[in-house]
């Protein structure tokens, strides 16, 4: 059985020598095969439309097939400026004849993918900061504060403060700020001003967010100081260390050679630099001799770490 508009638009094509065809015996071939031809398979579509993102843009594009959800994965590495965004690229294939057909089958951007377009996005100048506390307790009063460009790795504010409360010993032990290198640093009511011009209209991007969020903001209504868009929950963010490396190696020589990334630069134990991932201080970008002078002061002045690690 056939279905009527089948054999309608079967009727509708030119060149079909209609005898030959009644004429054709049972078991022989039918000229009608030559106007058959198999439909293309999923696979094949998308990866000719990868091959056609890939031309189009001339960046890296990748996919993968999801097994168990039965769907394919589209990424690709956004250029300098951000794009092509997930947008340009729906456009492109809906635009596609072949692999707007499977469109239902096809997914654009996986959590990888995300990921490397959101550090795009915070690696554009002026976009965001990379921001830093250390404080004299557990959920206490800050002593420092660093801001760092994501972009640049340019160093806005490295600060000290003054907590006028003793440092515990297991805050100590994280950091190691003693009370002596704090007791001629500003008090915090000196240092919103400053913080707020270096952060402002930028995304705020910390180790952790709510921590550093939760204790500047104490610490400004603690002086009677207002946090402004401090406090908003929109302007902070989590950052994201691999993707900020990944999407880094574009900036990397043509020889091959790493090269010093602003955005690898992290903060190890006795700097109180922005954290954006495992590996070199933000001393080395900042000033290497900051981190020796400071070990170099405590040991000097006698001050030993009680040897315990505080949750923070």
Known sequence: MYRVGDLDTL??????????VRATKPGRPSPLRAFAQLAPQRTAVVRAFNDELRETCGLPVWARFANLDNHWLIDWEPGPDGSPSRDDVAALLADNPAASRF????QLLSAQGKAIHWARQMLQPGAAVVLDTETHALWGRLMEVAVVDAATGEVLLESLANPQIP???DAFDVHPISDAMVADAPTWD?????????????????????????????????????????????????????????????????AGRRAPCPWRYVRRAGDAHPRIGPGVSAGAYAGEGQRLNRRRTTREAGIRSPGRRSPR
């Open 190 to 254: 000196e240092v919103p001003p400053e913080l707020l011009r270096v952060t402002a209209g930028r995304k705020m991007l910390a180790y952790n967010a709510e921590y550093d969020k939760t204790v500047i903001v104490g610490d400004c209504l603690r002086v009677e100081a207002d946090p402004q868009h401090l406090r908003a929950k929109g302007q902070w963010g989590v950052h994201h260390a691999p993707a900020l490396r990944l999407v880094g190696r574009a900036r990397l020589p043509a």
């Open 11 to 20: 009727k509708g094509i030119p060149g079909v020598d209609w005898v030959a």
């Open 103 to 106: 469109a239902d089958g096809i």
């Open 167 to 169: 440092v515990t010993e």
